[in-house]
Nanobody
Framework: QVQLVESGGGSVQAGGSLRLSCAAS????????MGWFRQAPGKEREGVAY????????YYADSVKGRFTISRDNAKNTLYLQMNSLKPEDTAMYYC????????????????WGQGTQVTVSS
């Protein structure tokens, strides 16, 4: 079965960096769109970024554009999110998700989800 396991979360000060990873198994990883999503307490889950199966196409939410970079290693079945210039408003549980194309940032589109990794940014 599809399994997605996130790691790399933690606590950092504003302006710092973190790199999240998502290890995938149980499906043909290189055929699926992959996305990062986040959910802050009391807020709805929102899309952060997605990447196409080949890695050739990416898309970012305006709130993270220029600060976050999504990438994937299809040989290692792993998805990454490099987060730089972190802000307190980036504090949330971060989730990776997978689904076949077409790729989208809509949370309702994705059928496969990880358990999440917590990111906390202090001012």
């Amino acid at each position: 079965q599809v399994q997605l396991v996130e790691s790399g979360g933690g606590s950092v000060q504003a302006g710092g960096s973190l790199r999240l990873s998502c290890a995938a198994s149980g499906y043909t990883y290189s055929s699926y769109c992959m996305g990062w999503f986040r959910q802050a307490p009391g807020k709805e889950r929102e899309g952060v970024a997605y990447i196409s199966p080949s890695g050739g196409s990416t898309y970012y939410a305006d709130s993270v554009k220029g600060r976050f970079t999504i990438s994937r290693d299809n040989a290692k079945n792993t998805l990454y999110l490099q987060m730089n210039s972190l802000k307190p408003e980036d504090t949330a549980m971060y989730y990776c998700a997978a689904d076949p194309p077409p790729c989208t940032l809509g949370t309702s589109w994705y059928n496969y989800w990880g358990q999440g990794t917590q990111v906390t940014v202090s001012s």
